[in-house]
């Protein structure tokens, strides 16, 4: 009997089975002829469900995929990563429609295949994952803590982290003459976002103590995190069928993305400590700042309801200050370790610039009460310098994507129509080197950015923050930083290139150098 049922049972499911996958092999492959369908040109497709994304990540060098298929499709190409089809364009005028002229129809960013939630109403939404009004909320409450007076008080903070880091650097200068500056360029960077973050009083450089979330923030950028989870790929693989793929994040993504569960709730203690501390100071880190305004669940639904372009509540719930704070240290994390190690590699290739950087900050600083907002500001080599190894660097330029939310037309000379659902991509290592932008686009010359330099280049030529209004919120404390840490350590330090020297970079998120081995010469 139960063997007859069982019998019934398979020649049911069976046929079915088949006939649905079926179904969905002939979807996956109309899937993978849409840009072919339109007219626009792009690689094969290599992998019906994940697309390019494999082959796009292979070796973390995205950018250079993204250079050899504009040598053979042109400026702008579409490619596949699971169901996300991404249009990736180094035309400036589509990009300015795109991320300018109309970003109403472009405000939200492409899905991460690492979150599957809803992101108009998901509880621990933050800035960087958010769309519409609840973007437009986020946005406006996170730019407060940027406002110049907030971040000039995170100076002293900030130089007192640099002050420790310089003493470490000399202490393997000791050592060898040969020191590799990125595990100490990463020190600086999240001692400082935890202490201006956090609120947390002393530098954990060269003390000794192990940093609680130093290794939670190594892993996410590494085989262990988000960037190569297996639940991302899978994900992207199956971004058309929301519904499911919420379901499934629901389930699966406390378990296999461990680093970020762990860091989440690390973070939750911090928080709740705060809020029973209820600071009263002064002095307050960028928490305190988020905990002054929050909204509760009931009204968050009617903010997330909210048409886009209406005046939203500039609050935040217990959910939103945790996702902000995972973002602050995810964002702090290595991209400003980055841009010092790659800006110290082209110092290190230019002597002579490096020199006259020298000279300016001699001329500025003659002490460390002259480490200052106001004087970094005022030291305009300095300004172009940094500027100048972002061009040559711009080490997080593949999250600058948008989402097409209404069907509507792009371009000037070239337009293309850009249907509801699809992404566009800068390609920006592209535009930094493009020869009609930049004249000798691989040689280092900071007077790119000068006035005269400057005035006649297209706004959209220089791009390592994004573009539009969704440019990185925390772009001007970034500047700071970098600046503070550049003035102290060419002023400390005159850097040379080594026989260990290697620049070499790689990354799906960040791209950044594996080593920075430099021979450095104390002044």
């Known amino acids: 009997m139960i063997s007859d049922v069982l019998s019934i049972i398979g020649a049911f499911w069976l046929p079915l089975s088949i006939g649905l996958l079926f179904l969905y092999v ?22 019906l469900f994940l697309g390019h994304l494999k082959e796009k990540e292979r070796d973390g060098k995205w950018f250079v995929r993204y250079k050899d298929w504009e040598e053979q499709y042109g400026k702008t190409f579409g490619i596949y990563e699971g169901g996300h089809r991404i249009i990736v364009t180094s035309d400036l005028d589509i990009l300015d429609d795109v991320f300018n002229k109309q970003f109403n129809k472009f405000h939200s960013r492409k899905i991460g295949s690492h979150f599957a939630g809803d992101q108009t109403t998901f509880p621990g939404l933050n800035l960087f994952l958010s769309e519409g009004a609840r ?23 900030t130089n007192d982290t640099i002050s420790a880091v310089v003493r470490e650097i000399e202490k393997d200068l000791e050592k060898s003459e040969v020191v590799d500056l990125k595990p100490h360029f990463l020190n600086l960077s999240l001692d400082v976002i935890e202490r201006v973050s956090l609120g947390r009083e002393k530098t954990l450089v060269g003390s000794g103590i192990k940093d609680e979330f130093a290794q939670h923030l190594l892993d996410l950028f590494t085989d262990k995190g988000v960037s190569s989870s297996w639940i991302r790929s899978f994900f992207a693989g199956i971004y058309e069928f929301r519904r499911v793929a919420s379901f499934l994040f629901t389930i699966f ?22 809020k029973e501390q209820k600071d009263t100071s002064d002095t307050k880190d960028f928490v305190n700042h988020l905990m002054e305004s929050r909204i509760d669940e009931a009204n968050l639904q009617d903010c997330s309801k909210t048409v886009y372009d209406k005046k939203v509540q500039k609050n935040l719930t217990e959910e939103e200050i945790i996702s902000c704070m995972v973002m602050f240290l995810i964002a702090g994390y290595d991209t400003t370790a980055t841009t010092l190690m790659d800006l110290c590699y082209r110092l290190a290739q230019n002597p002579d610039v490096q020199e006259k950087l020298y000279d ?31 061009r040559m660097d711009p080490h997080a330029t593949e999250v600058v994507q948008r989402r097409c939310m209404e069907t509507t037309t ?9 249907e509801k659902g699809v992404c566009v991509a800068t390609n920006a290592y592209s535009i930094h080197y493009n020869e009609e932008l930049w004249k000798d686009p691989h040689e280092f010359r900071p007077e790119r950015f000068s006035p005269e330099g400057s005035s006649t280049r297209h706004p959209l030529a220089w791009q390592p923050f994004g573009i539009g209004p969704r440019i990185c919120v925390g772009m001007r404390f970034a500047l700071l930083e970098t600046k503070l840490a550049v003035t102290q350590v060419v002023k400390k330090f005159k850097f040379h290139l080594s026989t260990e020297t290697e620049f070499d970079c790689s990354g799906n998120i960040i791209v950044s150098p594996n080593t920075m081995k430099l021979r450095l010469e104390k002044r």
């Not at 437009?136 to 000039?152: E, M, N, Y």
């Not at 600083?365 to 972002?390: A, H, I, P, R």
């Not at 792009?410 to 850009?418: F, L, M, P, S």
Request: include cysteine; hydrophobic fraction near 40%.
């Open 26 to 47: 002939f979807y996956l492959k109309r899937r993978a002829r849409y840009f072919q369908d339109r007219g626009i040109p792009g690689p094969e497709v290599p992998s």
């Open 135 to 157: 973007w437009k909320r986020l946005r406006a409450l996170v730019a407060g803590v940027f406002a110049t007076g907030k971040i000039r008080s995170t100076e002293g903070v």
């Open 253 to 274: 993504a406390t378990r296999n993305l461990p680093e970020l569960m762990a860091l989440q709730k690390k973070l939750q203690v911090v928080f709740t400590l705060k």
């Open 360 to 390: 300016e900050i001699c001329t500025h600083v003659f002490s460390d009460e002259d480490l200052t907002m106001s004087t970094v500001q005022n030291m305009q080599y300095l300004d172009w310098c940094v500027k100048e190894g972002l």
């Open 410 to 418: 792009v371009g000037k000379d070239n337009k293309i129509e850009i």
